[in-house]
């Protein structure tokens, strides 16, 4: 009997010393279980919500579309070339449309708006999917021309600041959302090129439109994808430019370098990429789904294992931290002090 008492005693002891640990436990369980419960939830009436895609010819932006229609969209699909829009129009129905679109002409953009308006009436524009992206030239930043770093920044950057103002009257009246395609390389500036700073400042202006916009009603999402097998990816014209870029350098910049740099950081861009590139696209366009059918979306959305585990991750660490990796996986210029 005594020995009970005692067991008992010790017990109670336990749990009076750790009561604040069960207390945090319980809490924190808690607020996973509504925190998962309030981001399952979705909007209702899909069939009535028209939403534009831009860059739809391939990748995220096509595959987006072909899911956002089976869902019961409308789509509104932005194609950079007649080719792309006939292709995509082959593999849906009714529901998704087409128009041609160069998000780095302000004139394509104002049309593609206009266009939109007309199709979506008094219902206006529930989403707004900043998708197309180039990624070339990129390489190491003394390689580069102005205009190298301008080709990219017309698109990525440019585009997203022109689509989205012209847009956002459209996007205003649904209270709908606009969901930008950053990538973890606006978080974690690993590439020299106009790529990087394009994607930094995708994060930027959507940070900024969202703390100015939220008042009516309009959210916005940035996607940040870690690496994923499409055209963006594709080694063979990421190649094709690492060799433009270095036979328009001079003799003494080459040679500052050496001989063997080129064929080296290639082959390590190549291990990495094949390393690391995801095929699974759905990982991207759920995310994207996410952001245009969840009742409460998400502000960033980080797609892939590689953006979870490594590339958020690092965006926290001190730069030094991001410098001593890039300089231990990267090959060493010759005449380096
Ligand atoms: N793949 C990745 O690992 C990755 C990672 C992070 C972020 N992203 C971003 O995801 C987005 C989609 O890229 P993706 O990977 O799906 O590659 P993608 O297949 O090359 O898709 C990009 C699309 O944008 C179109 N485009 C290019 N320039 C344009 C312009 N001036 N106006 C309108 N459309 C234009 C392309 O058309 P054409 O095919 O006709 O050139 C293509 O359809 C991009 O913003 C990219 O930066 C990709």
């Not at 019961?72 to 129009?89: R, S, Y």
């Not at 001079?250 to 080296?264: C, I, N, R, T």
């Amino acid at each position: 009997m005594s020995h009970n008492i005692s067991h008992i005693g010790y017990i109670l002891t336990v749990c009076r010393d750790n009561a604040w640990l069960y207390i945090s436990a319980t809490f924190a369980v808690l607020w996973i279980a509504a925190w998962l419960y309030r981001d399952s939830l979705e909007i209702e009436d899909v069939s009535n919500k028209y939403v534009f895609v831009s860059g739809c010819d391939s990748g995220f932006g096509n595959l987006l579309c072909k899911k956002l229609e089976r869902k019961g969209f409308h789509v509104l699909a932005g194609c950079l070339t007649e080719k792309g829009a006939e292709e995509l129009k082959k593999m849906t129905g009714p529901y998704l449309k087409t128009v041609l679109l160069d998000v780095t002409s302000q004139d394509s953009i104002q049309k593609a708006m206009e266009w939109t308006k007309k199709e979506v009436g008094d219902s206006g524009l529930w989403g707004i999917v900043n998708n197309a992206g180039r990624s070339l030239p990129m390489g190491p930043t003394e390689w580069m021309k102005v205009e190298d770093f301008h080709s990219t920044l017309k698109v990525n950057m440019n585009g997203v600041i022109g689509m989205t103002v012209t847009f956002l009257p459209l996007v205003k009246k649904a209270r709908g959302r606009v969901v930008n395609v950053a990538s973890v390389l606006g978080r974690v500036a690993a590439n020299g090129g106009g790529y990087c700073i394009s994607k930094f400042a995708v994060e930027s202006f959507s940070d900024c439109l969202r703390r100015d916009i939220n008042y009516f009603g309009v959210n916005v999402c940035i996607i940040e994808p870690g690496f994923f097998k499409t055209a963006v990816t594709n080694l063979e014209p990421i190649e094709r430019e690492l060799h433009r870029l270095w036979n328009q350098l001079s003799p003494e910049v080459q040679a500052s370098y050496g001989d063997k740099y080129l064929d080296k950081y290639i082959r390590i861009q190549r291990f990495i990429m094949n390393a690391i590139c995801d095929s699974d696209l759905t990982k991207v366009t759920g995310c994207m789904e996410h952001a245009l059918t969840a009742v409460y979306p998400r502000t960033r959305y980080s797609a892939g294992w590689d953006a979870k585990l490594l590339w958020i991750p690092l965006s926290y660490m001190p730069s030094c931290v991001v410098d001593i990796g890039l300089k231990l996986v990267l090959p060493r210029p010759s005449k380096s002090v």
